[in-house]
């Protein structure tokens, strides 16, 4: 399994628009971040968590030829804004798999009308295959089976997920125990961490490495990460040995 982190930036990126903060102005390549995805490839599938209004950037840096299916978490705009950019794919394979849960497959259809509608299709629109994601229920891909991680972003319900030893979560501030058990046994986990400061939806660093060490997976990188969290350079080399922060185009193998 591969793993590449296409983009591991809060939901303004960094640097963001009209700042003057010195993590914007950075010369490090590392602190330049695009909105927050993955792609997971594993066997012959290309997988992609979440598809963010810098997804035509993010496949123009790391092309592939198929896209598979995307995973959605959650509804807000800095993991779905992208979607009309799978046009490419849809004109080359047909319709694009998607998977979410309910409440954010009606969100899509509600503003991406044009690409979920049943009849009367806009020409030229993508089409997709609509999969809803229910709590406790894993779901195949291929010989690849996904198990859907519930967290909550303060008030609101996200899906992370695990395929095999892998599993990705961000935009989660709580979870509930039982959940967490479905992390047992990991090799690499990703989660948010946002800045040092406490915020009231994300986990921040501190309640992040707290998390992990909970978990346990040997590896783990940290993302959606806010211009606020500090330098990459300087605020990577105060990580435990096992976590790392991630950056974009960052890619991992399992």
């Known amino acids: 399994m591969k793993i590449t982190f296409l983009g591991t930036g809060t939901s303004q990126g960094i640097p963001v628009i009209g700042s003057s903060d010195p993590v914007c102005l950075s010369s490090d ?43 959605f978490t959650h509804e ?6 992208g979607i009309d950019d799978i046009r490419p794919f849809f004109f080359s394979q047909g319709d694009i798999p998607v998977y979410a849960h309910k409440r954010v497959l009606a969100s ?22 609509i999969h809803e994601v229910e709590r406790g229920k894993p779901f195949a891909l291929g010989p690849h089976w996904i198990t859907p991680i519930e967290g ?62 909970r978990v346990k997976p040997e590896r783990a990188f940290l993302t959606h990460i806010s211009h606020k969290m500090g330098f990459h350079a300087e605020v990577d080399a105060e990580l435990p040995d096992n976590v790392r922060l991630a950056y974009d185009n960052l890619t991992i193998t399992l």
């Open 108 to 129: 899509l259809k509600r503003r991406f009308d044009y690409i979920f509608a049943d009849e009367n299709r806009y020409p030229g629109a993508p089409a997709v295959e």
């Open 76 to 81: 807000h705009a800095d993991h779905t804004a």
């Open 29 to 71: 390549p590392r602190d330049n971040r695009l909105r927050v995805s993955v792609l997971v490839q594993v066997d012959n599938l290309n997988v992609v968590l979440d598809c963010g209004p810098d997804f035509r950037q993010q496949m123009l840096r790391n092309p592939i030829e198929r896209l598979d299916a995307i995973l």
């Open 152 to 213: 909550w972003h303060n008030r609101l319900q996200v899906f992370g997920y695990r395929i095999g030893d892998f599993a990705y979560l961000t935009d989660i501030k709580t979870m509930e125990p039982e959940e967490t058990e479905r992390l047992e046994g990991l090799e690499v986990l990703v989660v948010n961490a946002l800045r040092k400061e406490p915020h009231h939806s994300h986990l921040n660093l501190k309640e992040a490495l707290a998390f992990i060490d």
